[in-house]
């Protein structure tokens, strides 16, 4: 069965850094899109970064200059670095994949309905 499987999710104060990272099971795509969503209780999930086979990257504004999206194809992981950290950053975050572009006329982070692989998600908690 095919699994995205997260790690490296945490408890950090303000200011601080975490590095999340994905790396999905039996992948067979050869290209694909992989993302980064994050939600709090109450809330819709929301795209904070995306990464395509090629390497173009888009990102949430809220999170432009702080966090760093990339990916290693041989290895099949998927990366976030987050440096900067707010409490406004505490969230489950999620990774996602799906096969194909993520991007078409425009470069910006895909809605989670254009991806149909899921991660079960890890909680980030950031204190002030």
């Known amino acids: 069965q095919f699994q995205l499987m997260e790690s490296g999710g945490g408890s950090v104060q303000a200011g601080g850094s975490l590095n999340l990272s994905c790396t999905p099971s039996?992948?067979?795509?050869?290209?694909?899109?992989m993302a980064w969503f994050r939600q709090t209780p109450g809330k819709e999930r929301e795209g904070v970064a995306s990464?395509?086979?090629?390497?173009?990257?888009a990102y949430a504004e809220s999170v432009k200059g702080r966090f760093t999206v990339s990916r290693d194809n041989a290895k099949n992981t998927l990366y976030l670095e987050m440096s900067s950290l707010r409490s406004e950053d505490t969230a489950m975050y999620y990774c996602?994949?799906?096969?194909?572009?993520?991007?078409?006329?425009?470069?910006?982070?895909?809605?989670?309905?254009?991806?149909?692989?899921w991660g079960q998600g890890t909680q980030v908690t950031v204190s002030p």
């Open positions: 996602a994949a799906e096969g194909g572009s993520c991007y078409y006329d425009t470069v910006y982070v895909p809605p989670t309905s254009d991806f149909g692989y």
């Open positions: 990464i395509d086979a090629d390497g173009v990257t």
């Open positions: 039996r992948w067979s795509y050869t290209r694909y899109c």
